[in-house]
């Protein structure tokens, strides 16, 4: 079946260390997206790709990097310069032609 | 301002009502707009995408209005399952950038 995979689920980190966090898709989409909820709020666009080899700044990207070194892969680093970073994170991906956006069942990020 | 705002709610409705509400675009560049749902603590998932023309999907009914840039949701004869976040969806069709809106919450009472 086709999806995206989202990993771990959940996460639990120290204050100060790095974490990385994995989106793997197999529907053959060019656009990949990271969103991070936090509790009530709406979906904020963290960074996204339309192709490989290339990305682009969302509107809270600070603190974030990310890599598309594969079309099938889009991993997002949650470095130690993001000041609040527990939240939910959410990857997504869509094909060409603006059809449906996928989503990923998200990770849960805490830091101690 | 949000590219996309939405009235938050909570909208709190008996079984077989009709509840309706919308969401407002700034971004006139936006030309794909999408209604998702998301169950708590959960991913959303694509409930409608709404064309020009205005589109129903059962008991749900979406409606554009370019002019006065803002999207409508409507459910008839609500469900105690319809009890939900619907997140209010515009794309760029130059880089398809997706802004989502906060949400609506949805609460269907028996």
């Known amino acids: 079946d086709g999806g995206i995979t989202q990993s771990p689920k959940y996460l639990f980190r120290k204050e100060g260390q790095n974490v990385t966090l994995s989106c793997e898709q197999n529907?053959?989409?060019?656009?990949m997206y990271w969103y991070r909820q936090d509790p009530g709020q709406g979906l904020r666009l963290i960074y996204y790709s339309q192709i490989v080899n290339d990305f682009q700044k969302g509107d809270i990207a600070e603190g974030y990097s990310v890599s598309r070194e594969k079309k099938e892969s889009f991993p997002l680093t949650v470095t130690s310069a993001q000041k609040n970073p527990t939240a939910f994170y959410l990857c997504?991906?869509?094909?060409?032609?603006?059809?449906?956006?996928?989503f990923g069942e998200g990770s849960r990020l805490t830091v101690l | 301002r949000k590219e996309v705002e939405q009235d938050p709610g909570p909208f709190n409705v008996p079984e077989g009502a009709t509840v309706a509400f919308n969401c407002t675009y700034s971004?006139?560049?936006?030309?794909?707009f999408f209604w998702y749902r998301q169950d708590c603590r959960k991913e959303p998932k694509l409930l409608m995408s709404?064309?020009?023309s205005g589109n129903e999907d059962g008991r749900f009914t979406a409606q554009l209005n370019r002019a006065s840039q803002y999207i409508s949701l409507l459910i008839r004869d609500s469900k105690l399952s319809d009890s939900a976040t619907y997140l209010c969806v515009g794309a760029r069709p130059y880089d398809y950038k997706l802004s989502f809106g906060a949400g609506t919450t949805v609460t269907v009472r028996a």
């Open positions: 709404v064309y020009s």
């Open positions: 971004n006139s560049a936006s030309q794909s």
């Open positions: 529907l053959n989409h060019d656009a």
């Open positions: 997504a991906s869509i094909g060409t032609g603006a059809g449906e956006l996928f």
